[in-house]
């Protein structure tokens, strides 16, 4: 099993919908969670992160942590065309060693 | 300065020559870090600094990886005797402090080309 696992996609959603993203990972004791987000060559950005269990929002995005499943996830709401990119999960593991997956590719169309 | 700076944009070499890529944190920042990312795969952790000390290098590919940092404020990774399958885009990110990981900002990246 990868460390962190993210569905490559691509994930293709019409505007406006919601798009959500998905990562799991292997470290129980994980407390960490970052999304980024990468255009095509482009670096990555941060977006959101996240270290308690449940829901955060900042503006249309929403991540939601479920510790016990072991998987983090990426809301995207009233998704437009600009946010079509890369979406990398990265954790925190084994208390000190931040693991990116491999990314899951959104395109969203008009 | 006002973000993450790398050189060169761009490098193309060929096998067996060694290169260096430079990396400029954002100004403060304690926390260095190096990735490497192949075309559609996610980033590969190479090596960290905090100060000019690496106190994690698990993820230098081989030994012919080298990374160092001074005065707390540039890096440069070396790769010797390049290899075609080294090809990739090399990251560097800073942040204030490697405590939390938090908010790793990354620079444009080098992207090498091994003939």
């Known amino acids: 099993q990868k460390e962190v696992e993210q569905n490559s996609g691509p994930l293709s959603v019409p505007e406006g919908a919601i798009a959500s993203l998905n990562c799991t990972y292997s470290?129980?004791?994980?407390?960490?969670f970052f999304w980024y987000r990468q255009y095509s060559g482009k670096s990555p950005e941060l977006i959101m992160f996240?270290?308690?269990?449940g829901d955060k929002e900042d503006g249309r995005f929403t991540a939601q942590l479920n510790k016990a499943s072991q998987y983090v996830s990426l809301l995207i709401r009233d998704s437009q065309p600009s946010d079509s990119a890369t979406y990398l999960c990265?954790?925190?593991?084994?208390?000190?060693?931040?693991?990116f997956g491999a990314g899951t590719i959104l395109r969203v169309k008009s | 300065g006002a973000g993450v700076s790398q050189s060169p944009s761009n490098k193309v070499t060929e096998k067996g020559k060694d290169v260096e890529l430079r990396c400029d944190p954002i100004?403060?920042?304690?926390?260095l870090y190096w990735y490497r990312q192949s075309l559609g795969q996610g980033l590969e952790f190479l090596i960290y600094?905090?100060?000019?000390?690496?106190?994690?290098k698990s993820g230098l590919p081989s030994d012919r990886f080298s990374a160092e940092r001074t005065g707390g404020s540039v890096s440069t990774l070396t790769i010797q005797r390049t290899q075609q399958e080294d090809s990739a885009v090399y990251l560097c990110a800073s942040s204030i402090t490697s405590g939390t990981h938090l908010e790793q900002f990354f620079g444009p990246g080098t992207r090498l080309t091994v003939l």
């Open positions: 470290d129980r004791g994980s407390q960490s």
């Open positions: 996240i270290y308690s269990n």
């Open positions: 100004s403060g920042h304690t926390a």
């Open positions: 600094f905090q100060g000019n000390s690496a106190p994690d």
């Open positions: 990265a954790v925190i593991l084994y208390g000190n060693k931040l693991v």
